[in-house]
Structures are given as C-alpha cells and as structure tokens.
C-alpha cells in the first residue's frame, strides 16, 4: 500500500491495487462531512474501433456509445439505482469525456453502503431491448439541448475542422441517427471490454479510515470473478499534423458571436510524467502570454475584440492534443487574426521572464486553494491516475519548469498551419470581413 | 463544527468563521439596496466598474497582475437579486498563507485590496467623477453582459418565466439594468450613484477561513467600513412578492426562436416568506416534486415519458415562487404540460408515498450537511438569513426539514397559485 500525507493541501493519500487489477485511492480529509466517490473507466467517446489483445477482429461502434452505456448502467433489474443511494442519503451522477466515463456519488453518512452500490452497480450491467429504446428519447434531447448551447457548438465545431479523422472530432454523446443504431449487444460488448476491473480505478475522499476502505473494496471485488484481462487495443486513424479546416462557421439564435481558435499540438507524449510536465508548462505558458494580466488581453477588450468570457484550456493525451483560446466577440475574426498575430509576436519576442514568473505563481497558488472541494480533488486525482501520472506531483513539477522550456513549447505549439477558428454568429448574419 | 461570530454597528454587520478545516481563506463583502427603477442600471454597472481599476492600481490589468502575485487569489464583482434587494457583491479567496513559503503578508494584503475597490476607486482629477476610461470600458462590456443573457437559452426561459410572473413589481426589474439605460450614464452620474449605494446600503462582510483572532478582526473590520457606509440602521426584511398584486393566470406567453429543443417553464406563486414557519415545508415540497432524481418530475416527464433529458423544479425563496422548468420536443408541449399539472396535483392532494418524503428529507439534509465544507454555500446560507431577518443556523433549519410531515406539504402545497407559463419554442 502507498501512503503519504500532504499537509499543503490538507489531505492524506493512500493507494492499492486490489488482485483483480482495481485501482483504489483514498484521501483522508477528516475535518470534512462530505464523502464523495468516483469510480471511472478508461473509456471515452473517441473509443469507437478497439478489440481485447489476441482478438483478430476490431469492433466498429457508432458515436456516442460510451456515453449511451453511461445512462444505462443506472438501470438495475430491481430498478433504478438512484433510488438505492436516495435511500441511503445520497445524491449520485456520471459524466462521459473523450477518454473516460466516471460514476459518483456525494453523502454525508452511509459511506460505505453507499460505496457498495457504486462499486456493484457498475459492475452489474443491465440493457434490454425496452429500457435501450427508452433512452433514446432522453439522450435525444440532451443531444438537442447540446446542439443549442453556443459555447459548446462552438468547441465541439472548432474539433471537427481541427481533426481529420481522429475521434476526438465526434461529439461524446454522439447524434440522433447514430445512438438510433445502439443495440443492448453492443452495449454489453463494450462494457466486457473496457469495464474490467484492471482498466478502473476507484477514488474515495472524505473523513473516511483508508485502511478500512481498501479492506472492504478488497472483500467486496473478492466475492466477484473476472476474466483475466488481456488489455485494450484501440485503433486511432493517423491523423495529420495540418488541420483540416483553417475556419468553420455556424449560425445559431444568439445575440452574440462567439470565437474560438484552436492550436493542434505537434509533440503527443509518450508516457505520464512527459503528459503532466507538458500540461502545466503549456498551462502557464498560455496564461503569461494571453492571460488577463497581459497586454494582449487588455487591448483585446479596449479594441471591442474580447470580453470577460474570454478564456483558454489546453488538453493532452497520448493521442490527441490543443489549446484553445477564445469567447464571445463583436468582431470574431478579428479576434481570431489578432490571437494568430500575437502567438507569432511571441515566437519573434520570446516569453517574457516576469508574466511567466507571475504566472506560476498563480496556477501554484489555485491548486493549493482548489483542494478544498472534494469534488475536484477526486476529479485531479482520478484524472492523474488515469493518465498515468503521479496524483500529487504537480506542485513539484510547476516549481521546476522554466521560462526556456516555456518559449520551446511556444514554438511547438504556436504555428498559423495548424490553427483552426470556429465561429458561431447570429441567424441571418454573415461573417464579417476582417477588420485588423 | 465552528460557528459564525457576528459583530453590527449600524448599517454594518461583520460575521467571521474561523476554522482550520480549509487550506483557503474566503471574503465576501454584500451590498444591499432597496430594488428600484430609478438607480437599477448604474447600480448594476457598479460592481464591474470597481474592477476597472483603483487609485493604487489604476487598471483592470495591473489589478489582475497584483491578484496574479497574491498566489492567484481570486477577486470578483457581480450584482445580484436578492428578491426585493438589489445585491453588489465582492468576494475574495486566497490559498491559506500558512502552508506557503514566503507568503506571511497575504491575508492582509488581500483584504487591503478587497476594500481598496470600494474605498479608493480611480477618479478623475475633480475626485467626482470615475475615470473616463474606466467608465466607457465598463459600459461596453455590460451592454454585451446584457445582451449574452438571450444566449443561454435555459437560463434565458426560466428568466422571461420569472419577468412574467413579477410584472409590474420591483421583483420584476431585471438584475442587469436595461441597455437602453447605459447611453446616458457618465462618470459624474456613476460617482453619485456609488455614493448613494455608500450612504444607504446595509453591508455584511464575511470573512471564512484560519483568523487567529476574530474579534480583534471584527473590530478592525468595522473601524475599516464605518467612514465609508454611512447609514444608521439595516432596512427592513426581503418579504416574497405581494400576490395581491399579481393575478394568477394559465396564460401561455410564447417566444420563437430558431431552436431545437423548446424550454417550457411555469411559475407558481408560494405564498411563504423566506424564514417563515412554513420555509422549510416549502422546501421539502420543492424536492418531492422536482429537485432530485427520485422526484416526480425527474420520474414521470424523463424516465416513465422519455419527454426530456431535465425536468425539474427550483424555489425561488426569496421571491416566494416556485418554477418548473423541462427542455422539450416542441410538438410535445400539451402532452408535457398535462403530466406535469398531473404531478403538482398529486402533492397538492397529499398522494407523496413515505418513500417519496423519506428519500426528499434525507437528500436536502445531505445538501445542507455538505454546504457546511463550501465556505461560499456557508456564506450564502448566513447572508439569507441575515436578508430575512431569519438568521436561524444551519443546523436549526435542518431539524425543521427532518420534522415535516406529508400533511405539512400537503397544506403548504394548497396554497400553490399558477401565476405564469413561458414557453420558448421553435419557429415552426
């Protein structure tokens, strides 16, 4: 068993891996009343052409399966399960990404009951023809209310012209035609695929005892048995460096325009300390050179190009990567040239010393204060393991990277050959033309 | 659990928590003045321009740098509506000095900075007026503000449902202002306005996390405020909105937009004030009808009708209102409409199952056990209260919740008025 303490953030980590391949981590916060739980699969939207290793075949799935299965593992033969954690107190969910499909729950008492029904839940699948049909309807209107959600037209519009063929490119919960073509067959391949214990990880923060936690995990995975497992094959199409659309518009009923710009990333780490050294180092990068504190941004506003929705992120994995900057806009492609214009400054002037500094200061000091939600802790740590990183190694590896290091990954990543902009503008209005 | 310490000198109320359970320190600093139609849009435009910029840090960007260096503490401004009230908020947090090396001046220097908003804004020479440029910034980015709500289409339904159901009444004013408003306000009107918030607000000040030692604290909080906000005494109590002066209506209000999924959203009128003996029924009502996914909404429109994907109710305390709300087909709207008339009926008539009233009471002490480890959602709790002049604990209000009974809702239930229907639907 793993065991350290982490005064900083508050916290006492343990980790084990239970004889099936189960990954569990607990972090003791005992002044809390919160116990919150998640237990996740490596397995996301983008999983849609994969096999078990020592199969011949890979298996084509239509988009949003993932997703679908998520809905469905909530459905038990004796019911529902929100009904189960609603006797016990508490509140559950799950949310499906590129990459990973999490199921939680939050509560107050009952903790271990209440993991109980996490942990068997999800290993106790149930799809039938009727109860498939049935939720066609509900994701359908998720995938509607999705469709006239702006800000998320606009990410997801912004993948599709950036990717050729990788799968990031397709929406996670997939369209109305192609969830139609999901069978309680294909639910229940998928699920012997990627929900055996060796490809999951249990996380478990609160004022819980570790020791007890991993003991009882223990007995309760004992009880049940699982086939060896052979590991994953996922078949990912070569993707090209270039983008495939240097710019995507779209006309919906908003007021506003919006703006992204997208940075396909070159350089895909290969292991997960690589992953985690790029993602902090990309973060502070971007947030020195067009965070709030910067000049750039501050004459975006004065110009009428950006306001205070304007943000970015940056997303790796050993398969995909980007950054992406934007937010509402009165002139979206002006925004877009003057976003283009400042990256190549950059690459020309270099990454100033004080806006880096200032900038690891904050993303320093934001991770110390974020732990204080149980609810992001267990996601960073979740997210980590999954990825293959240590949980608690950021604060060391923010602390070592450099403003050098910071001007390199600018080079990698700053390039107007794979940059891609989407633009949602209002019904019945044409992009405007370029006014820098 | 730690309790709130409160301290008031007229019109100022210093409450702090001290506790060693976070690793971050959290302000909140509320303003609250009465709603009106005369100062609604400059009182709105206030918050945002305090972020333009002080006398010590004259930018938007050199604030952001200082907040930057300060480990990224966070220093926001936002106007809110408090039912009747009209709220500019300022809140801070930081990570907590103590596990930081070299950072032993942080909580003092933020909260120099938090009051430093207020205290020293950036003025033009004539010190009565905001800088000009300050103002012509803040004022386009509001107008976009104002303009981003129609965005939201959720957000933007439950809005228009709300707006529908208050017309005619203070509550009714939207929180933003009007656009129309923000052409003829000038750096000398905004001062004035700023002054006058200064005169006649009640304040409350908040301060939770690691304070060695509070009262020394409250009292240097209150010598701090004292010279700025002037007024004598707290106004009175948010009280819901007067339903005599609304008649109820089934009226359909419909809006097309170009869409694909329609938000069908009905108001009805509570008839309970926050803080009231009957608040927290209200509350159990609300969570067996809507807020959870054992509820009858969640159970009936999704799982057994597979109408939507959200189908929910929310109360609004506050306002004495509470709302239903459901992404839809549009073609579905009558059919959605008659299951949910259904589902208030059935509380109304007292057909809620044991089941149904166990698992509501259990999720909302839950809910309220939780919020005790959010610093924000303790602040939240406290300052409604303090707005109802209610301000019974966290633990009190749990154990009304745990005492309700099905014929407690039952009869708060029968009270229910259907004030409003709004429906945005497709251009079909």
Known sequence: MNRREYPEYGVDWCSERLDNGLEVHVLEKPDFHQIYAMFSTRYGSMDTRFRLVGMNDYTDVPDGVAHFLEHKMFEEPDGDVFQQFAQLGASANAFTTYDQTSYLFSSTTHAFENMKVLVDFVQNPYFTEENVAKEKGIIGEEIRMYDDTADWRCYTELLRAMYHSHPVRLDIAGTVESIAKITPQLLYRCYETFYHPANMVLVVAGPVNSSRVVEAMAENQAKKSFQPFPGIDRDFPREPVSVREKSVRHNLAVRQSRCLVGFKEKNLPTNGSDLLRQELLTGVLLDSVFGRAGETFEKMVDDGLADSTFGWEYEVTRSYGHAILGGNSAHPEALATAIRQHAERVLESGVSNIDFERSRKKTLGRLLASYDGLSALARDVTAYVLKGTHPFDALHVLQSITVEEAFARARELFGTEHMSASYILPVHEQAQPVMA | ?428
């Open chain 2, 1 to 428: 659990m730690e309790t709130m310490v409160t301290q008031n000198h007229s019109g100022i109320s210093v409450h702090v928590l001290n506790t060693s359970k976070f690793r971050s320190k959290h302000w909140a600093m509320r303003i609250s003045i009465p709603l009106e139609r005369q100062l609604l849009t400059s009182a709105a435009v206030l918050p945002y321009l305090w972020m333009e910029g002080t006398s010590e840090f004259p930018s938007s960007r050199q604030l952001v740098q200082r907040t930057d260096e300060l480990y990224g503490t966070v220093l926001r401004t936002s106007i809110q509506k408090r039912g009747s009230r009209h709220v500019m908020d300022i809140s801070a947090s930081s990570p907590e000095e103590l596990y930081i090396d070299g950072a032993q001046a942080l909580t003092s220097l933020v909260q120099e900075l938090l009051l430093s908003l207020l205290t020293k804004p950036a003025l033009e020479s004539s010190g009565a007026e905001f800088s000009s440029s300050h103002v012509k910034r803040a004022i386009a980015l509001h107008s976009r503000r104002i303009e981003s709500l129609y965005d939201d289409k959720t957000t933007y339904a439950y809005e228009q449902a709300i707006l529908a159901s208050c017309q005619g009444l203070v509550q009714g004013l939207p929180k933003y202002g009007y656009k129309d408003d923000l052409d003829g306000l000038t750096g000398s009107h905004l001062f004035s306005a700023h002054q006058e918030v200064l005169k006649n607000a009640d304040v409350d000040f908040y301060c939770v996390g690691r304070i060695p030692q509070p009262e020394t604290f409250s009292d240097q909080m209150i010598e701090a405020l004292r010279p700025h906000f002037l007024s004598k005494c707290r106004q009175p109590s948010v009280l819901p909105v007067d339903t005599t002066r609304i008649s109820p209506s089934t009226n359909v209000h419909v809006e097309q937009q170009k869409v694909q999924q329609a938000k069908l959203n009905r108001v009805y009128q509570t008839n309970v004030a926050y803080g009231s003996e009957d608040y927290p029924v209200a509350v159990v009502m609300n969570g067996i009808l809507g807020a959870f996914p054992h509820s009858k909404l969640f159970v009936n429109v999704r799982e057994k009708h597979s109408l939507a994907y959200y189908a929910s109710s929310r109360l609004e305390g506050m306002l004495g209102l509470l709302v239903i709300y459901a992404g839809i087909q549009p073609d579905k709207f009558e059919q959605t409409q008659s299951i949910i008339s259904q589902q208030v009926e059935d509380v109304q008539s007292g057909r809620v199952s044991e089941e149904e009233l166990t698992f509501t009471k259990d999720a909302l002490l839950n809910q309220f056990r939780q919020a005790e480890d959010q610093p924000l959602s303790i602040i939240d709790f406290h300052y409604s209260g303090q707005l109802s002049g209610n301000p019974s604990g966290m633990e009190l209000f749990r154990e009304q919740i745990s005492r309700v009974s099905v014929k407690d809702v039952q009869r708060v239930a029968g009270k229910l008025r259907e004030s409003a229907t709004y429906l945005l639907t497709n251009e079909g």
